[in-house]
């Protein structure tokens, strides 16, 4: 078995994505001396690194990334009469730098490093309009947030009393006219009303209504008796 940390970078991705084995078939393509011979069961390989990664599927050109795989597993040195154009993969074969993670996290951690920054660009524009557009957006994106992280409806004072943090001071709004407008609610997002509860008639009421009687069973408000039946009328 080939020892990964010996290939190039950019082999090595591609030997954990389509499998060990499928590496062994592909190198031995370069065995079979006959070109055309040597396309037919490149293509055929080509069709079982489809299968191993189904989810190529839905990417556009999927023929020419797998091409261009095999091409890269294969050697370059190898010749194949490819359905798609081929090109060379070994721009690839350095690692790439390591992405440094912040060392200081956000100052509130339900908005994240995110809002800041949209907060910091803010505060630098001068259009006053501009400014006041751009902190109700940021502030429709703080109150969604918070529901996020805390799981419970916020209040209009507590946004407007983060921005204030976050900004310094230098994005403020109205109190009033946000809590009057909904400043801070997602467009489309349900109303402010109060859950009611809508009372039900009792299933012996509608009953009761239904058969036209007043809950005694008969009409004249008397109980009826068992075993007792009413006296037959004579025949006219």
Known sequence: MTDLTSLPFHLQLLVREYGHSTYQLIQGLAQIEDVAERSKRAAQLVQLMLRLQPALRDLPEVQTRLWNHLHAMAGEDVALDAPVPLRSLTVRTQKPTRVPYPRQGPRLRAYGAAVEALIAKAVTLEDPAEREQATVQIGRT??????????????????????????????????????????????????????????????????????????????????????RQDPQQPPQ
């Open 142 to 227: 703080m109150k969604f947030l918070y529901r996020q992280h805390n799981k419970e409806n916020a209040k209009d004072v507590t946004i407007l009393r983060h921005l204030g943090e976050l900004s310094g001071g230098q994005l403020r709004l109205d109190p009033a006219i946000v809590d009057s407008e909904n400043l801070f609610e997602m467009p489309g997002g349900p109303a402010r009303s109060q859950a009611f509860i809508v009372p039900q008639p009792q299933l012996r009421d509608r009953r009761d209504n239904r058969e036209g009687r007043n809950g005694f069973g008969n009409k004249n408000g008397k109980k009826r008796k068992k075993g």
